[in-house]
T-cell receptor
Framework: GAGVSQSPRYKVTKRGQDVALRCDPI?????LYWYRQALGQGPEFLTY????????KSGLPNDRFSAERPEGSISTLTIQRTEQRDSAMYRC???????????????FGEGSRLTVL | GQSLEQPSEVTAVEGAIVQINCTYQ??????LSWYQQHDGGAPTFLSY????GLEETGRFSSFLSRSDSYGYLLLQELQMKDSASYFC?????????????FGTGTKLQVIP
């Protein structure tokens, strides 16, 4: 695709439900990042992948959060047993080269806004 | 821990020059990036400094001093469309070359 695509754009769920957020990176991009962004704040690192390998998941808040990228392209961020504090914008970013190459440039998607009631 | 400090808000006049500072304290550092984010939009890449000095890209310039753990973004000939939030981001935090950590952001308001 032309850009990083995320779905759903908006998700409203009830506390305790599981949600899956999908990211389709730019074709051919090898690195994929997940961030969480609260209103008025900077993106908060969650995890990243090189191809299908999860390299760093130190930013995942707890074991209710998990991510996968089984074929090195599309990635899914799953939140189990959602809580109200999980409400935020979840953003995916990709880069053509590892770590964004010489410039470190990341291409962000429009995000998935999660609201937990 | 990782800390990137930026002023929360800056106001400047159309046509003027504004500088947005970023100081960082991180365990590990490979480079400093800047991103722009308009309200409701996605962050977009502006510039990157891997070495000390000034990088210029059109009306935008970015500076890095690794010895001072400091950088800034300079916007010249401000336009109304420059009103947005600006984030500095450090690559290489936490000992991971590829981990990119963002600052809290500076909201720039350009006034006529």
């Amino acid at each position: 695709g032309a850009g990083v695509s995320q779905s759903p754009r908006y998700k409203v769920t009830k506390r305790g439900q599981d949600v899956a957020l999908r990211c389709d990176p730019i074709s051919g991009h090898v690195s994929l990042y997940w961030y969480r962004q609260a209103l008025g704040q900077g993106p908060e690192f969650l995890t990243y992948f090189n191809y299908e390998a999860q390299q760093d998941k130190s930013g995942l808040p707890n074991d209710r959060f998990s991510a996968e990228r089984p074929e090195g392209s599309i990635s899914t961020l799953t939140i189990q047993r959602t809580e109200q504090r999980d409400s935020a914008m979840y953003r995916c970013a990709s880069s053509l080269e590892l770590a964004g190459g010489p410039t470190g440039e990341l291409f962000f998607g429009e995000g998935s806004r999660l609201t937990v009631l | 821990g990782q800390s990137l400090e930026q002023p929360s808000e800056v106001t400047a006049v159309e046509g003027a020059i504004v500088q947005i500072n970023c100081t960082y304290q991180t365990s590990g550092f490979y480079g400093l990036s800047w991103y722009q984010q308009h309200d409701g939009g996605a962050p977009t890449f502006l510039s990157y400094n891997g070495l000390d000095g000034l990088e210029e890209t059109g009306r935008f310039s970015s500076f890095l001093s690794r010895s001072d753990s400091y950088g800034y973004l300079l916007l010249q000939e401000l336009q109304m469309k420059d009103s947005a939030s600006y984030f500095c981001a450090v690559r290489g935090t936490g000992g991971s070359y590829q981990k990119v950590t963002f600052g809290t952001g500076t909201k720039l308001q350009v006034i006529p």
